[in-house]
């Protein structure tokens, strides 16, 4: 019994000592929460009459996103303009020369590069008549006359120009010579499948006659002189009096001579050609060729050394046509790929097809 005392005693002893120390532990909690007193005091309530927001206007948050939404887009296009030496549009050619513009040529979708032949009825072949028409202007009325192409460098068109233009003056029941005069890199005998054994340069070279070299085509009215062999003096032949005699000859059968020649800003035979011809057509080829290339041309043209020329815009993009007429030329451009005059596409694609094109692709 004294055993089982002593345990009950201390089993109260044990929880008398752990209720004694949590009363404690709470007397020192309450003694701790009731000391700590807020050090503000509040001086006077707010009311409508003493109150200020001094956070963000509605007015700046307005005003703020439409001034990012326009500058900063501004500035990105002064830079692109700024940075680019590219031929884009009108501006960049009126701001280097005062040479008109006489026809712009779209961007060739097709396989062919006889696009006048094959294709009458797109809006590159309307380009190649309009261009026909305002070399007229420039001859003022001949009946016969001679034609030269151009650029400042190669891989701006001249040959593809050289081919349509031809096949457009052919077409028109005009007598047509197409000749090949750049005999350093020969193309023209290739679209119209013929051979490039004789041609120009054996002309010059007094080895073959003028009835050996010309090359008929398919259509009755169009002729081709491919350049020939390749000489090691191409700038000499073009400039010797044996160049005269064949421009000379050449005019008496036909109506319409079309001289596809070396790019102006590489060599000099365009130069010499010039002195030969009634019009002269410069190749400017949209977001290929450069703003500085135009300075020489421009500057034989207020210099006089080349008149009666004018400016081909070529490889204009379908968005710069579809709006008008890129640079203003050619009433024809106002109607569009959209039209169905030209027999193209007479749709406008809806943004659903366009999304998924892009997503095929």
Request: proline share 3%.
């Amino acid at each position: 019994a004294e055993r089982e005392y002593v345990n009950i005693q201390r089993k109260y002893q044990l929880s008398n000592d752990l209720y004694t120390y949590l009363l404690k532990k709470r007397s020192e909690a309450g003694i701790a929460r009731a000391s700590n007193i807020s050090k503000a005091q509040v001086l006077d309530y707010a009311d409508n009459l003493r109150i200020k927001f001094v956070g963000p206007s509605k007015a700046s948050m307005i005003m703020m996103p439409m001034t990012l939404g326009f500058v900063i887009p501004f500035i990105l296009v002064f830079l692109v303009d700024f940075f680019n030496t590219k031929i884009i549009d009108k501006k960049d050619l009126s701001n280097i020369t005062s040479i008109p513009v006489i026809g712009t040529i779209g961007h060739n979708k097709y396989n062919s590069n006889l696009i006048v032949l094959e294709n009458p009825k797109s809006v590159i072949a309307e380009g190649f008549r309009s261009l026909r028409t305002n070399i007229s202007f420039l001859t003022e009325g001949k009946s016969k006359y001679v034609v030269s192409l151009t650029s400042s460098v190669s891989g701006e068109g001249k040959t593809f120009c050289g081919m349509n233009l031809s096949l457009a003056q052919a077409l028109l029941g005009k007598k047509t010579l197409l000749v090949g005069a750049d005999l350093r890199k020969p193309k023209i005998y290739d679209d119209f499948e013929l051979e490039n054994k004789v041609g120009l340069s054996n002309y010059l070279i007094k080895k073959n006659t003028l009835e050996e070299i010309v090359q008929h085509t398919k259509l009755d009215t169009l002729d081709v002189i491919t350049s020939g062999i390749m000489p090691p003096n191409p700038s000499e032949l073009l400039a010797s009096l044996r160049m005269r005699e064949f421009i000379d000859e050449v005019k008496k059968i036909y109506d319409v001579i079309i001289i596809d020649t070396p790019p102006v800003g590489l060599v000099t035979d365009a130069l010499l050609i010039n002195k030969y011809v009634d019009v002269s057509l410069y190749l400017v080829r949209q977001g290929f060729t450069s703003k500085s290339q135009l300075l020489a041309i421009n500057d034989y043209y207020e210099k006089g050394s080349i008149q009666h020329i004018g400016i081909i815009v070529n490889d204009v993009k379908q968005r710069k046509i579809g709006y008008g007429g890129y640079y203003g030329y050619g009433y024809g451009y106002g109607y569009g790929y959209y039209s169905s005059y030209y027999g193209e596409e007479t749709k406008r694609k809806s943004w659903v097809d366009k999304l998924k094109k892009i997503r095929i692709g």
